[in-house]
């Protein structure tokens, strides 16, 4: 065959010339193959996918050639397409055992392997979200063992403080998806602004929700316990309005922990809500039982470790670089995107946060021991139900690159749910079979009280279906939250808390296990109608016409 010369000098020519023959050699070597290739194969393949690797090595190859001409670095790139091209047609014609049996080898190391990456980033998450209810939890301990009437009157106390602080988790997802979407951009600055908006955004609900407990929590909490139960009213109310000064730096704190997870960091605020749980149950230790503070003494610590917990969130964030301090107003247009993911999500916590409280009126209603047997139970189930949470928040993390990124895979989409289902299953029943044998074992834990005991557990076995099924579900609706699926999980969960409320009313009558009854149905109506809507053949997880057996799509895996 016919070769060609150089037109022009190289820049860098070789120096060794035992090299440059060589070199010239492989040319040859090259451009007869490729010659062949075509003439035996005059038909191209309808679709030829090309290895970036081998792209890039084949550049490097002509690279260090130097010496030769443009067309012979078309030759190489083009021996490349021929390679890969050869080793697709053999593949998939003559070898699909082999490629079936390397796809299922494939499929099972990316389960194994998301699933590590899982637990490395849900695991101190979890810590995140075990650290509030256990506050709570360590309140109810402390105080049940004192008195029952203040064991009541923490029930409306903890409605007003720890479940309205799930309304704003709004905040926290609204921040995890802002500032994810701005680092992906690589822009700091629009970073260290979306964290400015949203910590004014936090700290004036923050300073709303102080004037409200101080001025307002003493007259709700008696609308909420009705004239049956005034008598837990005077401590219910002591325990909110202590509690209720921490609201601004509750926010505040919610917001940097949030960036801080949005950055992929799940360690740091774990230091912080550590060193608040450890605070929170030395000040029950000295507070309520050495002082005798009671319910009193319990709000006062669970208050200043909220207090420790914001702080080193905020400076967790400026040893990121990013100044927790630095506040904005939003414009017009920025508080209109923070309420485009805000409003369905706080649609969502409002529904959840409704039905809970729903319960608890009416078990409020059914006299001082009932509402103090469901007192220890929704604070079990509330400690217990947050293992699920770190679930959530790793799909809000992880899913949004392969939904809608720039290397978008459904593949790895689907692959990584069903690694969040299957360690949900697991966690699910653990969680549910431990949370149960505790108040089964050993319910003096929480109180002496013989009829207490007895209603606590007329509804474990209901506690522990409800429980089962919350990790799965937490994945799903995680994964919805990550593919911007806000309407159908607002209208979903609305729809949930409107039959649960109905139910309510059509089981009160059955008493505490009634109450319970309805909140198995409302988890299980959660799990079934997300589920539903991910295996849609129209949902967001299987909109792509590309099947999930191709070669090129496996080794991408």
Not at 352 to 370: C, D, E, I, R
Not at 397 to 417: D, H, I, Q, T, W
Not at 503 to 516: A, F, I, M, Q, R
Request: with cysteine; glycine share 8%; charged share 15%.
């Amino acid at each position: 065959m016919q070769l060609k010369t150089l037109a022009r000098p190289s820049l860098t020519p070789i120096q060794n010339p035992n090299l440059q023959r060589r070199l010239s050699r492989a040319s040859i070597s090259f451009n007869t193959q490729l010659s062949s290739r075509r003439l035996s194969n005059p038909i191209a393949p309808p679709s030829i996918r090309i290895s970036p690797e081998k792209i890039r090595r084949s550049r490097l190859v002509a690279a260090c050639v130097g010496g030769q001409s443009n067309e012979l670095l078309e030759d190489v790139e083009l021996e490349a397409i021929a390679s890969e091209s050869d080793g697709n047609s053999n593949g998939n014609i003559g070898n699909g055992s082999v490629v079936g049996s390397k796809r299922e080898e494939l499929e099972t190391q990316s389960i194994w392997s998301k699933m590590k990456e899982i637990m490395m980033f849900s695991g101190p998450a979890t810590g995140l979200w075990i650290c509030a209810p256990l506050m709570s939890l360590i309140s109810t301990a402390v105080i049940g063992r004192g008195s029952s009437t203040e064991l009541a009157a923490l029930g409306p106390g903890t409605v007003f403080c720890d479940n309205m602080n799930l309304l704003f988790m709004f905040l926290s997802i609204a921040t995890s998806n802002m500032v994810a979407t701005a680092l992906a951009k690589r822009d700091k600055n629009q970073v260290q602004h979306q964290i400015s908006i949203l910590l004014f955004v936090g700290l004036t609900c923050g300073t709303l929700m102080l004037l409200f407990t101080q001025f307002l929590g003493s007259w709700a909490l008696t609308a909420f316990v009705g004239p049956k139960n005034v008598h837990i009213v005077p401590a219910a109310s002591k325990y909110v309005q202590i509690r209720g000064l921490a609201w601004p730096a509750i926010l505040f704190g919610l917001v940097a922990q949030s960036a801080s997870l949005g950055m992929k960091d799940s360690v740091g605020p774990l230091k912080a809500l550590v060193v608040a749980s450890a605070v929170n149950g030395l000040g029950h230790v000295v507070l309520c039982n050495m002082l005798r503070f009671g319910i009193t003494g319990a709000a006062w610590s669970t208050m200043a470790s909220q207090l420790i917990a914001a702080y080193m969130m905020i400076e967790a964030l400026d040893k990121k670089g990013f100044s927790a301090f630095a506040i904005s107003i939003p414009s017009p247009s920025e508080f209109l995107q923070i309420f485009a993911i805000a409003a369905p999500v706080f649609v969502t916590m409002f529904s959840k946060v409704a039905f809970y409280s729903l319960m608890t009126y009416f078990a409020t209603a059914m006299g001082t021991n009932t509402v103090a047997a469901h007192q220890v139970m929704i604070q079990m189930y509330g400690m217990c139900v947050v293992w699920g949470e770190p679930l959530s928040q790793t799909a809000q993390s992880f899913m949004p690159e392969l939904l809608n990124g720039v290397n978008r895979s459904l593949e790895k989409a689907r692959m990584l749910l069903k690694s969040l289902m299957i360690i949900g299953a697991i966690l699910g029943l653990a969680i549910g079979t431990i949370g149960t044998f505790v108040p089964w074992l050993f319910p003096k834990i929480f109180t002496h009280d013989p009829n207490v005991i007895q209603e606590m557990h007329k509804v474990l076995i209901l506690f522990f279906f409800s429980l089962a099924v919350t990790p799965c579900t937490h994945s799903l609706e995680g994964t919805l939250l990550a593919g911007r699926e806000l309407k159908f999980i607002s209208l979903s969960m609305s729809g949930c808390f409107s039959l649960g409320a109905l139910l309510l009313l059509l089981v009160k009558g059955y008493g505490l296990t009634g109450c319970w009854a309805a909140l198995v149905g409302f988890q299980w109506a959660r799990f079934f109608l997300a589920l539903r809507r991910l295996l849609s053949p129209n949902g967001m997880l299987h909109s792509d016409d590309m099947t999930p057996y191709e070669l090129g799509k496996l080794k991408a895996a």
